[in-house]
């Protein structure tokens, strides 16, 4: 099978982990509740196609538990669309009665659509839709139970359509939409009305228009004002705000980045309560902007958790840094052995060898300096295939257009204590490009993955 066909392809694939791992586990653990069961599972490496068809297959059928199917039959409407959708605050707020139900209706081409419900809490929105008669257009875009809908929120800026995501699900009882907005500002105004328009359900293209009430549920604030600095004290997290709503923690913070590492990451891995009962993550590192400010660079970034324990005195927050660089770029017909350094660390690749035969360029390179006790052999073999071979004419270019580039290689493993590898290209077919030479041609290497994160001490902040 063409090498590079698999890596377009897959990297056309979204898989949506977080609602997977939440659909599993709601699943697994209802299931036990009837029908306790102990199996023993080997640890095998999958790969993201697979992953990707699981996915599919799990969450479009619904999971055909029966066990799970007669749970969901005793929900209200709205709350099985919360649960079709896997999307645990919105039930958590429904069985509180905490949502706004809606009855907003909108036609367009013949095809009704109405807004059924709405919540907010913790910077999360969460909106749910029927398709009450969808047409033929409509229909034929549906697989695996999906259906597919374009839509623009608020002005259709970039920050608006980022912070959202969108699916669509068809049922016994109907076809229902769901969109979850991260709220892209730091504060919701009273009052606010988010005007969303949907404009195209399958193939069928139309003007669904409509403005959707939305309303900070009631919630604690505790200023934490609490700091905690890494090691080399580049990188500080200043915690300035716990939120605790109705079904969401939401952690405000500001970021300190070095200039060197202005498009670093600083991210929470988890929180725990006060017993040690870790809490699950929603989203982590919406950010509102950074600025450079002096020798350094600052950003205002928010993390969100399920909401924890009434009974919790303080939860732990352990965070953490994704190191960012520039990918490294050489010549092909650079003399070999060469060298690509990091600017960052003392890692480097060389180069040994390189050869071109056969519509294939064989890359012969040997990592030096990295810290392999905190990553493993797949995932160096994973960096490899991520190489690129670029037109040197289009690299200070966005879009590289097809036959101008190679995106991926496979990789082989010479000899594992030396960390030495054989990267292949394939040249030709449909992913290949046209014209070859090594004059013409570089050689990209993402740099950053090699950086194992940064770990910085927990801190332990009080929420009563």
Same mark, same amino acid.
């Given at each position: 099978?063409d090498?590079?066909?698999?890596?377009?392809?897959i990297?056309?694939?979204?898989?949506?982990?977080?609602?997977?791992?939440?659909?599993?586990?709601?699943?697994?653990?209802?299931?036990?509740q009837?029908?306790p069961?102990?199996?023993?599972?080997?640890?095998?490496?999958?790969?993201?196609?697979?992953?990707a068809?699981?996915?599919?297959?799990?969450?479009? $059928?619904?999971? @055909?538990?029966?066990? *799970?199917?007669? %749970?969901?039959a005793?929900?209200?409407? =709205? /709350?099985?669309?919360?649960?079709?959708?896997?999307?645990?605050?919105g039930?958590?707020?429904?069985?509180?009665k905490?949502?706004?139900?809606?009855?907003?209706?909108?036609? $367009?081409?013949? @095809?009704?659509?109405? *807004?059924?419900? %709405?919540?907010?809490?913790?910077?999360? =929105? /969460?909106?749910?839709?029927?398709v009450?008669?969808?047409?033929?257009?409509?229909?034929?875009?549906?697989?695996?139970?999906r259906?597919?809908?374009t839509?623009?929120?608020?002005?259709?800026?970039?920050?608006?359509?980022?912070?959202?995501?969108?699916?669509?699900?068809?049922?016994?009882?109907?076809?229902?939409?769901?969109?979850?907005?991260?709220?892209?500002?730091?504060?919701?105004?009273?009052?606010?009305?988010l005007?969303?328009?949907?404009?195209?359900?399958?193939?069928?293209?139309?003007?669904?228009?409509?403005?959707?009430?939305v309303?900070?549920?009631?919630?604690?604030?505790?200023?934490?004002?609490?700091?905690?600095?890494?090691?080399?004290?580049?990188?500080?997290?200043?915690?300035?705000?716990?939120?605790?709503?109705?079904?969401a923690?939401?952690i405000?913070?500001?970021?300190?980045?070095?200039?060197?590492?202005?498009n670093?990451?600083?991210?929470?891995?988890?929180?725990?309560?006060?017993?040690?009962?870790?809490?699950d993550?929603?989203?982590?590192?919406?950010?509102?902007?950074?600025?450079?400010?002096?020798?350094?660079?600052?950003?205002a970034?928010?993390?969100?958790?399920?909401?924890?324990p009434?009974?919790?005195?303080f939860?732990?927050?352990?965070p953490?840094?994704?190191?960012?660089?520039?990918?490294?770029?050489?010549?092909?017909?650079?003399k070999?052995?060469?060298?690509?350094?990091?600017?960052?660390?003392d890692?480097?690749i060389?180069?040994?060898?390189?050869?071109?035969?056969?519509q294939r360029?064989?890359?012969?390179?040997?990592?030096q300096?990295?810290?392999?006790?905190?990553?493993?052999?797949?995932?160096?073999?994973?960096?490899?295939?991520?190489?690129n071979?670029?037109?040197?004419?289009?690299m200070?270019?966005d879009?590289?257009?097809r036959?101008?580039n190679?995106?991926?290689?496979?990789?082989?493993?010479?000899?594992?204590?030396?960390?030495?590898?054989?990267?292949?290209?394939?040249?030709?077919?449909?992913?290949?490009?046209?014209?070859?030479?090594?004059?013409?041609?570089?050689?990209?290497?993402?740099?950053?993955?090699y950086?194992?994160?940064?770990?910085?001490?927990?801190?332990?902040?009080?929420?009563?």
């Open positions: 099978m090498k590079q066909w698999v890596n377009d392809e990297n056309k694939i979204e898989v949506p982990r977080e609602e997977l791992q939440i659909a599993i586990k709601k699943g697994v653990n209802r299931a036990k009837e029908k069961t102990k199996r023993k599972y080997k640890r095998r490496k999958i790969a993201w196609l697979a992953a068809s699981v996915c599919i297959g799990v969450l479009g $059928s619904g999971f @055909v538990f029966p066990q *799970m199917n007669r %749970v969901l005793e929900v209200p409407l =709205i /709350g099985k669309v919360y649960d079709y959708f896997h999307d645990t605050m039930q958590n707020l429904f069985a509180s905490l949502v706004t139900e809606l009855n907003q209706q909108a036609v $367009s081409n013949g @095809v009704s659509v109405t *807004m059924k419900s %709405v919540y907010y809490d913790g910077g999360r =929105i /969460g909106i749910t839709f029927t009450d008669n969808p047409d033929k257009g409509a229909k034929n875009a549906v697989s695996h139970d259906f597919y809908y839509y623009k929120l608020a002005d259709g800026s970039p920050k608006w359509m980022k912070s959202a995501s969108g699916g669509g699900r068809v049922t016994k009882n109907g076809w229902f939409g769901n969109i979850k907005i991260d709220y892209p500002e730091k504060e919701l105004p009273p009052n606010t009305t005007p969303i328009t949907i404009t195209s359900i399958g193939e069928t293209r139309g003007f669904w228009k409509f403005d959707i009430p309303k900070q549920l009631e919630n604690k604030k505790i200023n934490s004002k609490q700091s905690v600095s890494s090691e080399d004290q580049q990188h500080t997290f200043n915690f300035e705000n716990i939120t605790i709503g109705k079904g923690t939401t405000d913070y500001k970021a300190i980045y070095p200039l060197v590492g202005e670093d990451l600083a991210r929470i891995h988890k929180i725990t309560d006060d017993k040690g009962n870790e809490i993550m929603s989203t982590s590192g919406i950010e509102f902007g950074r600025e450079k400010v002096g020798d350094h660079v600052e950003s970034e928010r993390s969100i958790f399920e909401k924890i009434d009974s919790a005195e939860i732990t927050i352990y953490f840094v994704r190191l960012s660089e520039k990918p490294a770029i050489v010549k092909l017909d650079e070999t052995p060469f060298e690509m350094k990091s600017t960052r660390s890692f480097k060389i180069v040994n060898h390189i050869q071109h035969k056969n360029l064989i890359v012969n390179y040997t990592l300096n990295v810290d392999t006790k905190h990553i493993s052999m797949d995932e160096l073999i994973n960096f490899g295939e991520a190489m071979l670029t037109d040197s004419s289009y200070d270019q879009i590289v257009p036959g101008h190679v995106k991926g290689s496979t990789v082989k493993v010479l000899d594992k204590e030396k960390l030495q590898f054989e990267g292949t290209f394939q040249l030709d077919g449909k992913y290949g490009v046209e014209n070859f030479s090594l004059k013409d041609y570089v050689l990209e290497v993402l740099m950053s993955p950086h194992p994160n940064k770990t910085l001490p927990p801190v332990q902040i009080k929420v009563k």
